[in-house]
């Protein structure tokens, strides 16, 4: 893709994605419409599938969802490996409220 006179090569971004050493990218994504007619809600820890990537504007479409292996629904999260729960035993007092 050309953009304000640079050329940038996909596949080496692509490449660089890939490395376990690059550590991540960031893409902002917009959902297929198929899935929002489907009504599949993403959930922050989803694994999904990505095209359509405009590596000039960090930018791609999500076409698929991966199974969860495990949902959360306070706080909203899937495929959660460990979650710490902390409780107090006498002052303040525990709030029933705060533990839904």
Same mark, same amino acid.
């Given at each position: 893709?050309?953009?304000?006179?640079?050329?940038?090569? #996909? #596949?080496?971004?692509?490449?660089?994605?890939?490395?376990?050493?690059?550590?991540?990218?960031?893409?902002?994504?917009? !959902?297929?419409?198929?899935?929002?007619?489907?009504?599949?809600? !993403?959930?922050?820890?989803?694994?999904?599938?990505?095209?359509? !990537?405009?590596?000039?504007?960090?930018?791609?479409?999500?076409?698929?969802?991966?199974?969860?292996?495990?949902?959360?629904?306070?706080?909203?999260?899937?495929?959660?490996?460990?979650?710490?729960?902390?409780?107090?035993?006498?002052?303040?007092?525990?709030?029933?409220?705060?533990?839904?």
């Amino acid at each position: 893709a050309e953009k304000a006179g640079e050329f940038e090569d #996909a #596949a080496a971004h692509e490449a660089a994605l890939n490395s376990p050493k690059s550590g991540t990218k960031e893409l902002h994504c917009v !959902i297929r419409k198929v899935l929002k007619k489907a009504k599949v809600k !993403i959930m922050v820890g989803d694994q999904v599938d990505i095209s359509t !990537i405009d590596w000039i504007q960090n930018s791609g479409m999500v076409v698929g969802v991966s199974e969860r292996k495990v949902e959360l629904m306070e706080p909203k999260v899937a495929n959660a490996d460990l979650a710490l729960l902390v409780f107090a035993m006498q002052t303040p007092d525990p709030s029933v409220e705060l533990m839904t």
